[in-house]
């Protein structure tokens, strides 16, 4: 997302119109704009950039013997860091007042390492497409701190292999190359095995940056013949990745080489002369990218914290928001020409210290009222209640990575027994529907696994695939005559598509059915685009009247959609636990129903499950089968 200030040549208009396209594109994407899916490449492009801008400032001054590492180093503190600092520095003014301290703690937490350049790192572990990081303003600078690693590693490398490779391009161009095709590879693969890793670090998207490199170090060796053409096909390329590239794709992987090679023909083109070039709303947007990335995608977060529904009209002024604030920051933070980097460095330390001093305690306590703080700091309070309310031994997460198959399907040889098995969706069940079932002397055996829905279907996932084939194809086979019935629970929005769903529950029921084993689907819950527990804290502070209906500005329109479709197909087999009325959506107590955006509390569980085990379709689905009964009228005999 940077640029190199300094550089006397010739400045490129095409490599601010990638610039333009590469920003447009992202934020087509994070607006949620339709056909613009692959938009997220964008910071592909901009890795390409980067990488042939650094590598020619460096190349081309080891070269002449004018090369300062204290020079360089300096230019990307004066060129990056101000305009970071001054989102973050509003960013955090503002959310103190506005946003509950618990979140606001992790908002400090995120700006700190945003403003270190370590965001990447931290946020390793998290999925950038989940919806669930649609709430983290500075999710976006982990592209940033991945560019300020490999700026601060690549001067090194290269002054090291100056001392063998001289001044020879052709020997700089061999090690970029190998460099590229070994850590391709090794990063195509990481990416089957530790998706989130691989998407986040430096050394599997460092290849994308050295792409940038090899643009430079092949320039004198590629002919000006065709450079339109190569242009021309490149920019095409970059079009049909817009709105062709999906979020479902591994990334990085093969289908990223698209985008970084229309980026590398571009650069390596050097064609300035292409009309659209010249246009000056192309050039501005060039011009104040690096702002204007830094900038949209928090206005996009807080209008998602206030409610504001994505439509063409709240969209266009989003962007209309964006691109103020990104004028404001090009003109008069990034435009500052510093003598030295040292009040830079400066700014940067103090306000890291007092971001982290922020991060560590909860000094925004005294804006809110005590039960406005006991609600939306549920998670915090009651952390021991939920990890037992999840029963994470028997749930699969990314730092959990099997369950204790033994005890948690253990089989009681002389009773009923069922089966819950799903993603996360069942484990916010499992204590409430255990309890429940325990009163009736039935044992509940549990399965769950994060972010794997529990059809027969080939998940992408290894751990969801491993699951499911033990479920199904082992586990269930095996044990069919010991178990009454099978419980599926998910959160089923988080499908491919509804047909694709419906079908891949039909044969998931068909399947168990020729086991002759009972099935029944808990239904889609509703689930919200921020934590239910701040929506809640929200409407006791500012005393919102329940007949507002405040918090259904947050709800997902798709829960929703979901929810009628699977009743309507799946009927006796289904059972309907969307936005229960009759359930208190917060307690006496202050505790939530929910405690982020689509997970029960124990409170809300149990709520829940009681309405489920009083459904008529449940009901049906308990009523011993004939060789359950069987079974018990042997049992009692041999007694």
């Not at 208190?584 to 509390?601: A, L, R």
């Not at 004939?626 to 018990?632: A, E, G, K, L, Q």
Request: aromatic share 14%; glycine share 4%; with cysteine.
């Amino acid at each position: 997302m940077s640029t190199p200030t300094g550089s006397k040549s010739v400045f490129r208009l095409d490599i601010n119109a990638l610039r333009a396209v590469a920003v447009v594109g992202v934020i087509l994407f994070h607006y949620k704009v339709p056909f613009f899916d692959g938009g997220f490449s964008g910071v592909d492009i901009f890795f390409v950039i980067s990488g042939y801008l650094m590598t020619k400032i460096i190349i081309s001054g080891l070269a002449k013997d004018t090369f300062s590492l204290a020079d360089f180093y300096g230019r990307r503190v004066q060129r990056i860091i101000p305009a970071l600092l001054f989102v973050v520095s509003i960013l955090v003014a503002v959310t103190f007042f506005f946003y509950l301290p618990t979140e606001f703690t992790l908002i400090a937490e995120n700006a700190v390492a945003s403003v270190l350049f370590y965001s990447n790192m931290l946020y390793q572990k998290s999925n950038y497409f989940d919806a669930s990081s649609d709430t983290n303003m500075f999710l976006h600078t982990w592209s940033l701190s991945v560019e300020w690693q490999f700026y601060l590693i690549l001067p090194l490398v290269l002054m090291f292999f100056k001392r063998f490779f001289g001044k020879d391009k052709v020997k700089y161009l061999l090690l970029f190359i190998g460099s590229v095709a070994v850590i391709f590879v090794a990063a195509t693969v990481l990416t089957w095995y530790k998706p989130t890793y691989s998407f986040y670090m430096l050394p599997t998207r460092s290849w994308e940056m050295l792409m940038g490199g090899i643009a430079f170090l092949a320039e004198d060796f590629v002919g000006r013949r065709g450079s339109r053409l190569l242009a021309l096909i490149g920019y095409g390329v970059l079009a049909i990745c817009m709105v062709g590239l999906t979020s479902e794709m591994k990334w990085p992987g093969i289908y990223t080489l698209v985008p970084v090679l229309a980026t590398f023909m571009i650069i390596l083109s050097n064609d300035n002369s292409l009309l659209f070039l010249k246009s000056s709303v192309i050039q501005f947007i060039g011009k104040i990218s690096y702002s204007l990335y830094l900038w949209h995608w928090p206005v996009y977060v807080i209008a998602g914290y206030l409610g504001i529904v994505l439509t063409p009209l709240s969209v266009l002024g989003m962007i209309s928001v964006s691109l103020i604030m990104a004028y404001i920051s090009f003109r008069y933070i990034e435009s500052i020409r510093f003598e030295t980097s040292k009040r830079v460095l400066i700014a940067t330390a103090f306000s890291a210290a007092v971001v982290f001093v922020l991060s560590t305690k909860s000094m925004n306590d005294v804006v809110f009222e005590k039960k406005t703080l006991e609600i939306s700091g549920y998670s915090k309070i009651h952390k021991a209640e939920h990890d037992k309310q999840f029963n994470y031994a028997c749930f699969i997460t990314t730092i959990n990575p099997d369950i204790d198959r033994e005890e948690c399907l253990k089989i009681d040889e002389n009773g009923r027994n069922f089966v819950l098995f799903g993603d996360s969706h069942s484990a916010h069940l499992s204590q409430s529907l255990r309890e429940d079932f325990a009163k009736m002397n039935i044992k509940l055996v549990q399965a769950s696994a994060s972010g794997c829905l529990p059809v027969l279907r080939k998940d992408k996932k290894n751990r969801c695939t491993e699951l499911i084939d033990y479920i199904y194809l082992d586990y269930l086979p095996k044990n069919a005559h010991k178990i009454d019935g099978v419980i599926i629970s998910a959160n089923w929005i988080t499908c491919n598509s509804p047909k694709e769903l419906v079908r891949d529950l039909h044969e998931t029921i068909a399947y168990l059915e020729k086991l002759k084993i009972k099935v029944i689907l808990i239904g889609q819950n509703e689930t919200y685009t921020i934590p239910y527990a701040s929506i809640a804290a929200r409407e006791n502070e500012y005393d919102y009247d329940a007949s507002e209906q405040f918090s259904n500005r947050f709800l997902v329109p798709l829960s929703d959609t979901i929810n009628n479709t699977l009743r309507r197909h799946f009927q006796s087999k289904y059972v309907d636990i969307y936005n229960i009325s009759s359930i208190p959506k917060v307690s006496e107590n202050n505790i939530p129903y929910m405690s982020d955006q689509n997970h029960f509390t124990k409170y809300g569980a149990d709520l829940v499950a009681k309405k489920i085990l009083s459904s008529r379709e449940f009901a049906d689905f308990l009523e011993a089968r004939d060789d359950s009964v069987n079974r018990f009228t042997l049992t009692s005999r041999s007694e």
